[in-house]
Nanobody
Framework: QVQLVESGGGLVQAGGSLRLSCAVS????????MGWYRQAPGKQRELVAG???????NYADSVKGRFTISRDTAKNMVYLQMNSLKPEDSTVYYC?????????WGQGTQVTVSS
């Protein structure tokens, strides 16, 4: 089992920055990849950024050049640095992890970008 706890969301003006954090606990050794997703009301949850066990990263086209995913394996933390935020980035962001058998989700953290 893996437990994920997000933090760092909040209210920011357009053009501003936020850093989301995801604390990982439990069977961290089994994790093969982690990511940040977001889900707007009435829409499907979408991948924002992902990082695998080898360190390879991928991003949604809408956030490339603005968001950066990183990890600190010593601290069991994953981060999402979000710069140049836009009002359309406003929604709930979820930390995700998967191992060979399961997917795990955090409880989500709200990001609101005012225009």
């Amino acid at each position: 089992q893996v437990q994920l706890v997000e933090s760092g969301g909040g209210l920011v003006q357009a053009g501003g920055s936020l850093r989301l954090s995801c604390a990982v606990s439990g069977s961290v050794f089994s994790i093969t990849a982690m990511g940040w997703y977001r889900q707007a009301p009435g829409k499907q949850r979408e991948l924002v950024a992902g990082i695998n066990s080898g360190g390879s990263k991928n991003y949604a086209d809408s956030v490339k050049g603005r968001f950066t995913i990183s990890r600190d394996t010593a601290k069991n933390m994953v981060y999402l640095q979000m710069n140049s935020l836009k009002p359309e980035d406003s929604t709930v962001y979820y930390c995700n992890a998967h191992d060979p058998l399961s997917l795990y989700w955090g409880q989500g953290t709200q990001v609101t970008v005012s225009s």
